[in-house]
């Protein structure tokens, strides 16, 4: 498996509060994305980084922003959060090499937001 | 964008049948596909991965097609186990991003 990890695993948070979700990968992968989760929805992409301090917008971004400082954590932020943000949110990573494009995604955070 | 339409959305079959679960996609300039599984709770797991130059890739009881210029693709299970019960997940990619279809949910009775 991937390594990678999320962190917290689980949250519940008050609508307002700034919540900042982690995402570390031991792979030395370029690619790094953080999805949401919702029934009927699938999974969407909020936010993707290609490099270091290099990220862009996906689908889903308004009212999220991300950091990454160094190769190996991606962090998500929500700035005051929302209850339509109340979601299980997934971080993946791919190499995008060709043959070796496969996104591989870490075991999710539960955010519920009250 | 890329909308992605998984058929069908739920599936109920015994234990031995073989298979297919179906993928759509609206834009067909894709970079590849990939297929995943998810268990409840759990995180996706990837099962194969299709270039967009190829036209299948297996793994084990898996099979996986593209037709990248009908936007479809295919996953064949054969001979299916109670442990394939899962829902099924296609993602094609375009640029830097993959989209994913809802899923088809798998219960392969024993």
């Known amino acids: 498996d991937a390594g990678i990890t999320q962190s917290p695993r689980h949250k519940v948070t008050e609508t307002g509060t700034p919540v900042t979700l982690r995402c570390h990968q031991t792979?030395?992968?370029?690619?790094m994305y953080w999805y949401r989760q919702d029934p009927g929805h699938g999974l969407r992409l909020i936010h993707y980084s290609y490099g270091v301090k290099d990220t862009d917008k996906g689908e889903v971004s308004d009212g999220y922003s991300v950091s990454r400082s160094k190769t190996e954590d991606f962090l998500l932020t929500l700035e005051s959060a929302t209850s339509s943000q109340t979601s299980v949110y997934f971080c993946a990573i791919s190499d995008r090499q060709y043959r070796t494009d496969t996104q591989y995604f870490g075991p999710g955070t539960r955010l519920t937001v009250l | 964008k890329q909308e992605v339409t998984q058929i069908p959305a739920a599936l109920s079959v015994p234990e031995g049948e073989n298979l297919v679960l179906n993928c759509s996609f609206t834009?067909?300039?894709?970079?590849?596909l990939q297929w995943f599984r998810q268990d409840p709770g759990k995180g996706l797991t990837s099962l194969l991965l299709?270039?967009?130059?190829?036209r299948e890739q297996t793994s084990g009881r898996l099979n996986a097609s593209l037709d990248k210029s009908s936007g479809r693709s295919t996953l064949y299970i054969a001979a299916s186990q109670p442990g394939d019960s899962a829902t099924y997940l296609c993602?094609?990619?375009?640029?830097?991003?993959?989209?994913f279809g809802t899923g088809t949910s798998l219960t392969v009775i024993p």
């Open positions: 993602a094609p990619s375009t640029g830097n991003q993959f989209y």
């Open positions: 834009d067909s300039a894709i970079y590849n």
């Open positions: 299709i270039q967009s130059s190829q």
């Open positions: 792979e030395n992968h370029r690619y």
